[in-house]
């Protein structure tokens, strides 16, 4: 049996990926050659080129209070990502399999308490938090984000479930296998595209989050997307700190992107066509 036929692309369609690789790379790398000049190179005009880098940005961000708000960033966003799946990947599957007449108005009712904006629940959290002591911590962050990503778990996984033969659960549940071992080593096995893309857009969520920080922190929990806006201040714009703060925001969000990129691309395009 012959495999599937590989045509090579023209110059015209190389043309036209490279083309849009630049228009859509293009704020990032002038982002990037930013961060490793002085602020006298950022602010003249025309911009140079060719210039001599500097890590001094670098090292001041280093130096400073970013390193804390890098790591409360980094803590608030893979806790409340691991946190929502471990409860929505199992409510996902339960939803999946129940046969109830209520089963897509439960579903639907999910996904609306996705759909509210922010600011909704800015106020009862704030005023909540500081009753029992959660505002400016990275707790309180993490069960935000959590509550905002559970729905986005169940509703994104639940169609990668039905995809599974309910006659291999049947099967295996015959030959003696529990209930557990089903789930987890025979369902969970052939939905990880799906789990893998659902993690990421959760960490990214969490990990752009700007107005619950904002609102919700102060110093000892402060992320940083809020530690970078702060060299905005009345002294002057630190447009050297800004981009190299920039920088480190996207670096986790591209080596996350491009170690489970095989997962994230047959996860995305799978939900697509069965969802």
């Not at 707790?139 to 479930?161: A, D, R």
């Not at 039905?162 to 089903?182: I, M, N």
């Not at 703060?245 to 170690?259: D, E, K, Q, R, T």
């Amino acid at each position: 049996m012959s495999g599937p036929v590989r045509r090579s692309a023209s110059p015209r369609r190389l043309v036209a990926i490279g083309v849009t690789l630049i228009m859509l790379l293009s704020p990032f790398l002038w982002l990037l050659q930013m961060s490793f000049k002085s602020n006298d190179l950022i602010l003249q005009f025309p911009p140079p080129l060719i210039f001599t880098p500097t890590l001094q940005n670098y090292a001041s961000l280093w130096q400073g209070a970013f390193a804390a708000s890098f790591v409360n960033s980094l803590m608030s966003a893979s806790f409340s990502t691991a946190l929502a799946l471990v409860l929505g990947v199992p409510a996902a599957y339960a939803l999946s399999r129940w046969a109830g007449r209520g089963k897509h108005a439960l579903s639907f009712a999910i996904l609306v308490t996705r759909m509210a904006p922010p600011i909704a629940f800015t106020i009862p959290f704030f005023l909540f938090y500081r009753w029992i002591g959660l505002l400016d911590t990275v707790t309180g962050l993490v069960l935000v984000y959590t509550s905002f990503n559970l729905p986005l778990v169940i509703w994104m996984m639940q169609p990668f479930f039905e995809t599974v033969p309910s006659s291999l659960e049947e099967a295996a549940l015959v030959d003696g296998a529990s209930t557990r071992v089903v789930f987890l080593q025979i369902v969970l096995p052939m939905v990880a595209p799906g789990i893998a893309a659902t993690a990421i857009l959760c960490f990214l969520y969490a990990w752009n989050d700007f107005f619950f920080a904002l609102i919700l922190t102060r110093t000892n929990a402060r992320t940083a997307p809020v530690a970078v806006v702060n060299f905005m201040n009345y002294e002057g714009w630190e447009w050297g700190k800004i981009a190299a703060g920039g920088s480190l925001v996207m670096a986790p969000v591209l080596i996350f992107s491009l170690a489970v990129r095989r997962y994230l691309v047959s996860g995305l395009t799978a939900g697509a066509v069965k969802g």
